[in-house]
């Protein structure tokens, strides 16, 4: 139970701590620029870690992870836009503080909150993982391809505003990781063009599908409404900071356990462990009308939160290959092109590899802390960073990045491609996190189909191996169930959306707002 404990001191060797220093840091920055979320991040890193040994790839992809959802929160409190999604809820509160001249007291507060909720899902991650493993073993082909079909039509259905196409999204991916060779036959299939012959690189996937969006999203840029507005950045004593935070543990609590449950479900994702957690701390307040006009309860409880499903979104991707947020699902890119195949024997056969990287998440919560903590003071800086700037950077980042893996200009040509193709379908409500999830899981849901297949030839046929068993049975069940689910879900949004607001209170709130 506390072998992690054994591999510790392997973070700590001078390569892999300046690794995770390096990886938080920049992670804080990248979190903190608006628009840069942690799956981009982590998406623009896998391909420098292709050269890396696997450990010290997993450490950066890591602290990356973990610092860009903690950053986003800077550009959430000080420009009022969540850095990420995760950052949605630090908003309501964070930004009002820093109006009222808290700004450095609400970045403390999100920091530390982050930390607490950080160190208590990692340890969730430490103590269930293995349990879970073991669990995993007896998983046969059937099972596994049906966990894969899981993967995607949960991601699939959370990961855009409407369920069809976030599932055609999925399917989309599933599609494109049939472009190439043929596992069985060796023929090629769905070859169009030179640059297709060998495949779909993963790593070009991820790079274009994420980064080159984002990128032509910046090159026009939407102002801000009434401009940025700077802040005083006040000076505030670290004790203060951490007296108030401890003072409200309630939303420490409730943050922590909120974010822990949401992040063992895989597809939620952070936004709705931040909101969910914030309006459970609302509830619970003795002072709900402070909530929204810059209540510190309100910051920590959300920020706790999105830190804290973290580490248990790994659960379900380390056991099942089932990511548990859409940055898990890139994260899980990078397991693969290490060579490293989550499930039961990753334990067993890769320990050292997966200790040290789980070790490293324990540690870089501690330095996500102190390097957030210490930049406070400096962070007003990012509002002055030109989105041009920001999208040259990441342009070369991409184009290099993607080349290095093979030396193949033919990555380079998919990676764009897919990009400007994926910028346009996000006009119309298409989400790249399903398709990515798609192209990752199609060759496991393939393999597994095809082995399954094999057996069922010898044995009772397809339908009794793919269907029969109570294992088999649950899984079918829980892949309908998530889809009925997401389209109940979207219905009631729907309804509540198309519900009229009354009118008094909508110009109350107004009214009240504006002079907050």
């Known amino acids: ?66 610092a860009t959802v903690a950053g986003g929160a800077v550009s959430a409190i000080l420009l009022s836009i969540p850095g990420a999604p995760a950052n949605i809820a630090t908003t309501l509160d964070g930004n009002p503080l820093a109006k009222q001249g808290k700004a450095t007291a609400a970045l403390h507060y999100c920091f530390l909150a982050s930390f607490v909720g950080g160190v208590i899902g990692v340890f969730v991650l430490i103590f269930f993982t293995p349990t879970l493993s073991k669990w995993a073993l007896g998983f046969g082909p059937s099972h596994l391809f049906w966990v894969a079909i899981l993967g995607v039509t949960v991601i699939g259905s959370l990961g855009s505003g409407s369920v069809i196409k976030g599932l055609f999204s999925g399917f989309v991916g599933l599609w494109i990781s049939t472009i190439g060779y043929d596992p069985v036959q060796g023929v090629e299939r769905f070859t169009y063009s030179e640059h297709l012959g060998g495949g779909i690189n993963i790593i070009a996937a991820l790079v274009g599908l994420f980064a080159i969006p984002q990128v032509l999203s910046m090159v026009t840029p939407q102002m801000l409404p ?58 619970m307040s003795k002072n709900k009308e402070k ?31 089932v990511p548990g947020s859409p940055t898990a699902a890139v994260l899980l890119g990078g397991l693969l092109i290490h060579g490293l195949f989550p499930g039961p024997a990753l334990f067993t056969e890769h320990a050292p590899i997966v200790w040290t990287f789980i070790d490293s998440l324990l540690v870089g919560q501690l330095l996500m802390c102190f390097f957030g903590i210490a930049i406070s003071r400096y962070s007003r800086f990012v509002m002055d960073i030109p989105e041009y700037y920001m999208a040259a950077a990441i342009t070369v980042l991409a184009v290099f990045g993607t080349y290095s893996v093979q030396n193949s200009f033919s990555d380079v040509f998919v990676m764009m491609t897919l990009g400007i193709t994926m910028y346009f379908a996000s ?30 030839e010898v044995g009772d046929g397809m339908v009794p191996y793919f269907f029969g068993g109570p294992l088999n049975i649950t899984l079918v069940a829980v892949v309908v169930l998530s889809i009925f689910y997401s389209f109940y879900s979207e219905y009631k949004a729907k309804r509540a959306a198309r519900k009229p607001m009354p009118p008094v209170d909508f110009n109350a709130d107004a009214a009240e707002n504006k002079g907050a």
Do not use: C
């Open 291 to 321: 909530f929204g006009k810059g209540e510190p309860a309100g910051v920590i409880a959300a920020e706790s939160a999105n830190n804290a499903m973290v580490g248990p979104s790994l659960v379900p991707l380390l056991t099942l290959s």
């Open 1 to 66: 139970m506390f072998e992690f404990l054994q591999y510790l001191p392997e973070v700590f060797t001078p390569w892999n701590f300046l690794i995770l220093v390096l990886g938080t840091v920049g992670g804080l920055i990248l979190g903190a620029t608006p628009g840069l979320s942690p799956t981009m991040a982590v998406a623009l890193l896998i391909p420098f870690t292709f050269h890396m040994e696997p450990a010290t790839g997993l450490i950066l992809l890591g602290a990356a992870y973990t």
């Open 427 to 456: 006009k119309i409500g298409f989400s790249p996190s399903p398709v990515v999830l798609g192209i990752i899981l199609g060759p496991i849901a393939e393999t597994n189909f095809l082995q399954g297949q094999i057996i069922a």
């Open 226 to 283: 009434g401009g940025v507005q700077k802040f005083a950045m006040e000076a505030q004593g670290i004790g203060t900071s951490i007296k108030d935070t401890l003072i409200r543990w309630k939303a420490l609590v409730v943050g922590s356990v909120i974010g822990v449950l949401v992040g063992l479900i895989p597809g939620a994702g952070g936004q709705i462990a931040g909101l969910v957690s914030y309006d459970q701390t609302k509830k």
